[in-house]
């Protein structure tokens, strides 16, 4: 499975934007993690199968994930950036919900990457 993000960029803070994942294949769990320099991966939102979602607690209100499942596309939904919010943005997939939560999936893109000026 490939996965190819897209729709990073460069903005102000407290602007908006939309990333986007697009998988080869449907793959059961999909996510969004980041990194920003010098600091480790960490899990910004993850999908349950019941259709919810778990959100790192410094974007929960701010950041939405969504998914077209006929076309395989993840995305994720940024509102009220904050310059803390730059960083790489990686989409990730697995068939297990516990290792894609743990960061540890199988599947992951190339990343994009997100910059936020104050």
């Known amino acids: 499975v490939q996965l190819v993000e897209s729709g990073g960029g460069s903005v102000q803070a407290g602007g908006s934007l939309r990333l986007s994942c697009q998988a080869s294949?449907?793959?059961?769990?999909m996510g969004w993690f980041r990194q920003a320099p010098g600091k480790e991966r960490e899990g910004v939102a993850t999908e349950n199968s019941d259709g919810t979602a778990d959100y790192a607690d410094s974007v929960k209100g701010r950041f939405t994930i969504s998914k077209d499942s006929a076309k395989n596309i993840l995305y994720l939904q940024m509102n009220s950036l904050k310059p803390e919010d730059t960083a790489m943005y990686y989409c990730?997939?697995?068939?297990?919900?516990?290792?894609?939560?743990?960061?540890?999936?199988?599947?992951w893109g190339q990343g994009t990457q997100v910059t936020v000026s104050s």
């Open positions: 990730a997939a697995d068939w297990s919900r516990s290792l894609l939560r743990a960061g540890n999936a199988r599947y």
């Open positions: 294949a449907a793959v059961y769990y």
